[in-house]
């Protein structure tokens, strides 16, 4: 079985020339955003482990800035 690097290469091999730097540069900011995204994400974890999240109530928030904004 392949490993996604081969996966990868095989799959740019199969682009035109003049296609592949543009493919590269997506998969990098995708890769870039995935990261960011899991960064996040263990963030929030982190917060809920921490206690610092609490449930709330939009309709609530909502009328709350009404009444002070």
């Known amino acids: 079985m392949k490993s996604t690097t081969e996966k990868v290469i095989e799959a740019l091999e199969l682009l035109p020339e003049n296609l592949r730097s543009r493919a590269v540069a997506y998969l990098l900011e ?3 955003k ?5 960064g996040q994400i263990a963030e929030g974890i982190e917060d809920i ?3 610092r999240v609490s449930n709330w109530n939009l309709q609530e928030f909502t009328r709350e800035a009404r009444t002070h904004g």
């Open 34 to 38: 995935f990261r960011a995204l899991e």
């Open 49 to 51: 482990a921490a206690g």
């Open 30 to 32: 995708q890769a870039e």
